[in-house]
């Protein structure tokens, strides 16, 4: 899966990878840089790339390293998202990302890979912005309509449309690669996959916005000149999170098709995310599901929410101690232009599942 190859395209470009312990289940990984600039092609050295992803890495190796940059970005948001639930995007299985919680077809493994899909985007578009990468360069959308007259349009905007075409064909390579009995739970599985990737990819897109410069003087904004700009990545992962609690339960139908379980929902569209399978209720550890369970995390005791120790727990009850923590205190702005703040400690009461 795409996560596999995340992990190797982000040891070769990043030799010292500072991965949340218990978050990514991945101890550092130092690569001698002889090693990534050695004799061997960069692609034969990535394990886990399909045929097809073979193909575009030699095509285009200067494009790996965003990918990868890409994937962590959306791991990182996965994991803030995730931050106050059972799931907090965690594995106890150090083969990959999130081990053996993506061999469930589940609203989890459906927002993984729609994060992972809109993060490559994102990575992707703005490395042409910046002018990384070889094979194309700003942003050439058409000018909106409703752009006032007078206002310049051609500023070097992130090249969205180039983002989302790449990483449809890396991304979904592996997918469309396969070839599975029409029907089977293999095929329903990659037609989850290839949904939720373009969910993901149709967020970015439907984010983007027109953004631009004041020009004139004493900034009297006599001229503008605008340009496309993706949205703050939080903004995607604010929205992909809202369409994971709304993601809708599928089956396949006797065309090989997935259709909605229940009927009387609204379809989903392209933008929305589809899952085929229950998730665990991810209070215990268990080997088998890739869960590490709820014992010894931090909860609210005052929250009714999926962070309140009642749910957090799933019932098990909570220790209550008191930790020592240290934050910034007493900050003052100084002309010009900087805060300096001091360092205060204090001691606060924590809960932490039993």
């Not at 329903?188 to 990819?201: D, K, T």
Request: glycine content about 8%; hydrophobic content about 35%; overall charge positive.
């Amino acid at each position: 899966i795409l996560f596999t190859i995340i992990v190797v395209i982000v040891a070769f470009f990043h030799p010292l990878c500072l991965c949340p312990r218990r978050s990514l289940a991945m101890n550092p990984l130092l690569i001698p840089e002889a090693y990534i600039i050695g004799a061997q092609p960069l692609c034969s050295q990535l394990v886990g790339l399909s045929q097809g992803q073979k193909k575009l890495c030699q095509l285009y190796q200067d494009h790996m390293q965003y990918i990868g940059e890409g994937a962590k970005t959306g791991i990182r948001e996965c994991q803030y998202q995730f931050r106050h639930r059972r799931w907090n995007c965690s594995t106890v299985d150090n083969s990959s990302v999130f081990g053996r919680v993506m061999h469930i077809a589940s609203r989890e493994t459906a927002f993984t890979y729609a994060i992972s899909a809109a993060g490559v985007v994102n990575a992707v578009s703005r490395a042409c912005r910046e002018g990384e990468l070889s094979s194309c360069g700003c942003s050439r959308a058409a000018r909106p309509k409703d752009l006032p007259r007078d206002w310049l349009w051609g500023g070097c905007g992130d090249n969205l449309l180039y983002g989302y075409r790449f990483s449809k064909e890396f991304v979904d390579a592996r997918e469309r690669e396969k070839s599975y009995t029409k029907g089977s739970d293999e095929s329903a599985r990659q037609l989850m996959n290839v949904h939720n990737n373009e969910a993901g990819r149709r967020t970015v897109s439907d984010l983007a916005h027109v953004s631009c410069k004041c020009h004139g003087v004493s900034g009297s904004c006599s001229l503008k000149t605008c340009w496309l700009q993706l949205a703050d990545f939080r903004k995607v992962g604010d929205a992909l999170k809202e369409k994971y609690d709304s993601a809708a339960a599928m089956k396949l139908n006797a065309r090989g098709k997935l259709v909605q379980r229940n009927s009387k929902f609204n379809a989903p569209t392209s933008n929305d995310l589809v899952y085929l399978e229950s998730s665990p209720d991810y209070c215990l550890m268990n080997q088998s599901t890739g869960s590490l369970g709820t014992v010894g995390r931090l909860c609210n005791k005052t929250s009714e929410g999926m962070d309140g120790c009642e749910l957090m727990c799933c019932g098990r009850g909570y220790d209550q101690y008191k930790a020592q923590i240290v934050e910034r205190c007493h900050c003052k702005f100084h002309w010009c232009c900087y805060v300096k703040c001091k360092r205060c400690t204090k001691i606060v009461d924590q809960f932490v599942c039993k």
